[in-house]
Nanobody, 125 residues
Framework: QVQLVESGGGLVQAGGSLRLSCAAS????????MGWFRQAPGKEREFVAA????????AYADSVKGRFTISRDNAKNTVYLQMNSLKAEDTATYYC??????????????????WGQGTQVTVSS
């Protein structure tokens, strides 16, 4: 069982930056592939970024490539999402997710068994 708690959301102007954090409970964090998804009002939840449990592979949605970076610190049981050059269309609730020993950074939500409660990101234009 893994519990995930996101933090770092807030209100930022377009062009600004935010860093989201997702703290995980448990002693086996290093065996979980981690993902970030987001959901805007009235829209489906969509993939943002993922990082394999080994740390060797990443995946990004086309809409955030070159602007967002996912990373992890296994010693702190934390995964991060650095978001730069934010746009109004990045406004959403951001969720982190964990999938045990998922071999690749998957872009679909099905392999991720554990989800956080979400943190709100609002980008003003």
């Amino acid at each position: 069982q893994v519990q995930l708690v996101e933090s770092g959301g807030g209100l930022v102007q377009a062009g600004g930056s935010l860093r989201l954090s997702c703290a995980a409970s448990g002693r086996t964090f290093s065996t979980y592939t981690m993902g970030w998804f987001r959901q805007a009002p009235g829209k489906e939840r969509e993939f943002v970024a993922a990082l394999s449990w080994s740390g060797s592979s990443t995946a990004y949605a086309d809409s955030v490539k070159g602007r967002f970076t996912i990373s992890r610190d296994n010693a702190k049981n934390t995964v991060y999402l650095q978001m730069n050059s934010l746009k109004a269309e990045d406004t959403a609730t951001y969720y982190c997710a964990a999938g045990w020993l998922v071999s690749k950074p998957r872009t679909d939500p099905s392999p991720y068994a554990y989800w956080g409660q979400g943190t709100q990101v609002t980008v003003s234009s």
